[in-house]
Nanobody, 122 residues
Framework: QVQLVESGGGLVQGGGSLRLSCAAS????????MAWFRQAPGKDREFVAV????????YYADSVKGRFTISRDNAKMTAYLQMNSLKPEDTAVYYC???????????????WGKGTLVTVSS
């Protein structure tokens, strides 16, 4: 398994941008698909985006498509989530996740980070 640590969260005005980072430890990082999930107050955790281990394939939730971009740098063992045109409804704790399968399902995740809070003001 890999250990994951998120960073980059914070407070931003609506329409603004943030870039989240997920630093991984463990030699097998490049064999994992990487994903981002989020959980808003009082709501269930939901899928945001996933990227294949080789970085060639990505998939997004409809709610963020066209605004968010997931990427990874296997040499740096880091995954990223660039978030543009942020909306108040994007406010949530964002979790980095790693799984052996390229999947949007939380049940397919092997490792979770502890999360980073993103707050978007109106």
């Amino acid at each position: 398994q890999v250990q994951l640590v998120e960073s980059g969260g914070g407070l931003v005005q609506g329409g603004g941008s943030l870039r989240l980072s997920c630093a991984a430890s463990g030699r097998t990082f490049r064999t994992y698909a990487m994903a981002w999930f989020r959980q808003a107050p009082g709501k269930d955790r939901e899928f945001v985006a996933v990227i294949h281990w080789d970085g060639d394939n990505t998939y997004y939730a409809d709610s963020v498509k066209g605004r968010f971009t997931i990427s990874r740098d296997n040499a740096k063992m880091t995954a990223y989530l660039q978030m543009n045109s942020l909306k108040p409804e994007d406010t949530a704790v964002y979790y980095c996740a790693a799984g052996k399968h390229y999947s949007a399902r939380a049940g397919e995740i092997d490792s979770w980070g502890k999360g980073t809070l993103v707050t978007v003001s109106s």
